[in-house]
């Protein structure tokens, strides 16, 4: 018979374990769990104390499982791969739900907004969105599908694109009333907001790569604001703050409603984006009749958006 005290105080101990095991790094398992290093190293030591045991060997540039720690590990990895699978059968036999993941640029801008007209042709159908720029192992993390922004290399086998994208200045009427932008020597006189992205992760998304491609010299001085976060960034363009370089479709709404507008008409002013936005779909996820539809609804508004944007 189990006894309670038998059992660790807490699953997070045996998440934190299980994750530094599998990866071999405090580091990488508590990027994995979104928590501190030294939260898991915590959570490591106070299993230990509990079991009394090693369960790892702490090299100087290694982390080591022990043979107690091995012989865990595997039964911990059993133990929660059935409690997700238990989860996961207890959460279908009542309401169906589809688990999304995506950036939170594209679930700010593109996905959230249409949601509540899924919502009100399936409100038997729970959707749940997980925004977070990190790429989440679906399985692990009990996601259903995810939406990807990426190069079509590291989209992975089987993915499916929707969309590509393309860029170019965008700014509220009120900011460019009287200031006669007609050519982009005129538009880098005005305030440039910028993405902070020191490491040029997206450099298409940079005034100095815009800049270069329109064959100009990028102001030294920036009299504009920088975010961290790209929808930050676009809802000050909106309140007039600044010129900012508009992800497109993702902003085609804002110039549909008169709240953003193009300062420079023509694909002359646009620049191609590296990436694009997948649809991956593990085949277990895709054989459930709530993520079909949802996908099917899904391929609905990228085709409806290519099409001029009227939705169906």
Not at 51 to 70: C, H, I, M, N, S
Not at 105 to 115: D, G, I, N, Q
Not at 260 to 270: D, E, F, H, N
């Amino acid at each position: 018979m189990t006894r309670q005290r038998d059992l660790p105080a807490s699953l997070d101990l045996l998440r934190g374990f299980e994750a530094a095991a599998r990866l071999l790094s405090f580091t990488a398992a508590a990027s994995e769990l979104f928590v501190t290093q030294s939260a898991v190293s915590r959570q490591v030591q106070q299993l230990e104390e509990q079991l009394g045991v090693k369960l790892f060997e702490r090299r100087t540039r290694a982390l080591v499982l022990t043979d107690a720690g091995e012989l865990y590990a595997r039964e911990v990895t059993k133990a929660l791969n059935a409690l997700r699978e238990a989860t996961a059968a207890v959460r279908a036999s009542t309401t169906p739900v589809v688990r999304v993941t995506t950036t939170v640029t594209f679930a700010s801008l593109w996905l959230v907004p249409r949601l509540a007209q899924f919502q009100a042709r399936h409100a038997d159908i729970s959707v749940h969105v997980v925004a977070d720029n990190t790429m989440r192992d679906l399985e692990r993390n009990a996601l259903d599908l995810a939406i990807r922004y990426s190069p079509e290399a590291a989209a992975g086998a089987g993915a499916e694109r929707l969309f590509g994208e393309h860029v170019a200045p965008v700014a509220s009427p009120a900011l460019l009333k009287g200031r006669g932008v007609r050519t982009p020597e005129d538009l880098l006189r005005l305030p440039l907001l910028e993405l902070d992205d020191p490491a040029l992760s997206a450099p298409w998304l940079s005034w100095k790569v815009w800049c270069e491609a329109m064959k100009l010299k990028r102001p030294r001085e920036n009299r504009g604001l920088a975010f961290s976060h790209y929808d930050q960034m676009i809802h000050a363009a909106i309140a007039g703050q600044g010129v900012a370089l508009g992800r497109f479709p993702l902003v085609d709404p804002f110039l549909a409603d008169g709240r953003l507008v193009l300062p420079l008409k023509g694909r002359q002013y646009a620049t191609q984006a590296t990436r694009a936005y997948w649809l991956i779909v593990p085949a277990p996820a895709a054989r459930r009749a709530e993520v079909k539809v949802f996908t099917d609804w899904l391929r609905d508004q990228v085709a409806a958006q290519a099409n001029g944007g009227k939705r169906r």
